[in-house]
């Protein structure tokens, strides 16, 4: 969907996910302004990626919310979004809305 739009943009984007060439991401996860990722991968790259930053991040998509929080990953979503720039559009897609859900949105807001 991102590429069906994107080049009407002048934005650059990634996909950010566990089984693809972490070294590749490493090179270009600073330059992109929208990042579609897993929690998992995201983490790894601000615990491992010593140059990371994403100061140019301005919107990060993360899908299947509900199904994260279900398996526990409720502080390492709390944690991503602590820790990427402020100014920053956030989408979380989820099939369902839970309390969990309806919570995290009200912390991050």
């Not at 330059?31 to 930053?53: C, W, Y």
């Amino acid at each position: 969907m991102l590429r069906s739009f994107a080049g009407l943009h002048d934005l650059s984007a990634a996909l950010v996910i566990g089984g693809k060439d972490l070294a590749s991401e490493r090179e270009l996860i600073n330059k992109m302004n929208i990042v579609i990722a897993t929690p998992g991968r995201l983490l790894q790259h601000m615990d491992e990626t010593s140059s990371f930053e994403a100061s140019t991040l301005q919107v990060l998509v993360m899908d299947e919310v509900d199904r994260m929080l279900d398996l526990g990953f409720k502080s390492s979503v709390d944690m991503i979004l602590r820790n990427l720039p402020k100014e920053r559009q956030t989408l979380l897609f989820s099939a369902t809305v839970g309390k969990s859900i309806k919570d995290l949105g009200r912390l991050n807001m």
